[in-house]
């Protein structure tokens, strides 16, 4: 029959593939993952723009990088790493600074020489204005860590282009995953691994799919019922591990969780180097756009064609119904209506939800990763034991 495999997987991302190459190689079991999207790979897919030759991140650059020793070990199994390493600039008030906030960056912005003491001293006192108050939201976080001139420089109007919330309505932890240096080191990343794809992100996703055991149908959804492995037709038949969003898979009954959805516009530009960085952002409100990535500069140890450049712009907003859900807004009513959520899908039996829409989490790959190696080993295994 249709329904002849041990394992159902819904969506073919990094959290489902993993689950996939784990049950083949290590459980022998029959895997069918079924992809909505024409490709495999979920958001971190990648391919060659057809006229430059340079290979692009479609949904938004993925820059890979890990502390997780398992997590390094499990990957390296199907691709090797550059040793790329990622930096980001921004432009403000037409100059251009570095990211994150690290001493060049108050330098230039004060004109100043200061020392990594004298520029603490200068925050601190800048903080002050807080009162000691323990910082409630984005905007208070902030300027507790690099004070108002910075906070108003670099982060008010990128925050309020990305979010289109007020920053006195977001939740602090936000900025918290942007350090802040008080020497030169501008590195984005503090992980012990850090490169991109040798050979670029499909030929390692396609690797993890490459096995007898596993199958994998593309253009195929869920909950199209004209389809053999949809919902009602596998309720109960095999253990399903669902990466969709969670709150589709119950119909939408507790009310819709809310999205950030991204806007790309590609761009070949006739010159060899555009901005002369992988990623430049854009601080200012008046720039519509949050950023520019610029592809070539994720592989300088690639034999690139110099003529032309492949560019792409950035636009944030939140996302309708046909819209890619990208990052989770986890408003207070989100996080409630989750509550409501995480219920239901503890009581529906041999459904695994994970990955990033399955959970509602923000998850970099190397977390959908190890999400999924540890559930595979705490909940997949218990099914088939
Ligand atoms: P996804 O990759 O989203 O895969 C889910 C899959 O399920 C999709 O292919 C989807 O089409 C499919 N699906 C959904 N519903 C159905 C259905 N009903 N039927 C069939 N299939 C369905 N991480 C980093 O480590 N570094 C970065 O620099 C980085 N940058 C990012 C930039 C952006 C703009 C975004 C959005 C994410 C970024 N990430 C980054 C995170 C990274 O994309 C995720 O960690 C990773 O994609 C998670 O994998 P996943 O399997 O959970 O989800
Ligand atoms: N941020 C900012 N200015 C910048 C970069 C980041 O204000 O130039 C803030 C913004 O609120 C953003 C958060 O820091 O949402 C996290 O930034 P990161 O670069 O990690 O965002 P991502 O790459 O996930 O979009």
Same mark, same amino acid.
């Given at each position: &029959?249709?329904?002849? &495999?041990?394992?159902?997987?819904?969506?073919?991302?990094?959290f489902g593939l993993t689950i996939a190459e784990r049950a083949a190689t290590q459980l022998g079991l029959k895997a069918t993952i079924i992809e909505r999207r024409g490709h495999i790979g979920g958001n971190a897919y990648s391919e060659i723009d057809p006229e430059t030759g340079i290979e692009y991140h479609k949904y938004g650059a993925h820059l890979f990088h890990t502390s997780n020793e398992r997590v390094w070990e499990y990957v390296n199994q199907f691709t090797s790493f550059t040793n790329y390493q990622h930096r980001v600039y921004a432009t403000h008030n037409g100059e251009v600074f570095p990211l994150p906030i690290n001493l060049g960056t108050v330098n230039q912005f004060f004109r100043a020489a200061y020392g990594p003491d004298e520029a603490r001293a200068l925050i601190a006192e800048q903080a002050q204005e807080l009162g000691g108050k323990e910082p409630e939201n984005l905007e208070e976080k902030a300027i507790s860590l690099i004070g108002r001139p910075l906070y108003e420089a670099f982060i008010k109007g990128y925050t309020a282009k990305q979010w289109q919330t007020a920053p006195t309505k977001l939740s602090p932890e936000i900025i918290t995953r942007l350090p802040v240096r008080y020497t030169y080191d501008n590195h984005y990343f503090k992980d012990t691994h850090e490169g991109l794809p040798v050979d670029g992100y499909t030929p390692w996703l396609e690797r993890m799919a490459d096995h007898p055991n596993i199958e994998v149908r593309l253009n195929t959804d869920f909950f199209d019922e004209s389809q053999p492995l949809n919902k009602t037709a596998m309720a109960g038949k095999v253990p399903i591990v669902y990466t969709g969003p969670i709150d589709r898979y119950f119909d939408h009954t507790?009310?819709?969780?809310?999205?950030? =959805?991204? /806007? !790309?516009?590609? *761009?070949?530009?006739?010159?060899g180097d555009f901005q002369g960085c992988a990623v430049? %952002?854009?601080? /200012? *409100?008046?720039?519509? !756009?949050?950023?520019?990535? *610029? !592809?070539?500069? !994720?592989?300088?140890?690639? /034999?690139?064609? &110099?003529e032309k450049t492949l560019i792409m712009r950035e636009y944030s907003r939140f996302a309708g119904g046909g819209d890619e859900?990208?990052?989770?807004? %986890? =408003?207070? *009513? /989100?996080?409630e209506k989750l509550e409501g959520y995480r219920k239901l899908a503890e009581a529906e039996p041999n459904v695994l939800f994970g990955g990033?829409?399955?959970?509602?989490k923000y998850l970099d790959m190397h977390m959908a990763i190890g999400s999924a190696l540890s559930r595979f080993d705490n909940v997949v295994r218990g099914w088939f034991a």
């Open positions: &029959t249709d329904a002849d &495999t041990d394992l159902l997987i819904v969506g073919s991302g990094f507790l009310g819709a969780l809310s999205w950030r =959805t991204l /806007d !790309f516009e590609k *761009e070949v530009k006739p010159t430049m %952002n854009y601080s /200012d *409100e008046d720039v519509p !756009f949050t950023r520019i990535h *610029e !592809f070539r500069h !994720f592989h300088p140890e690639r /034999d690139y064609q &110099t859900p990208y990052y989770p807004v %986890n =408003t207070p *009513e /989100d996080r990033r829409l399955g959970t509602y």
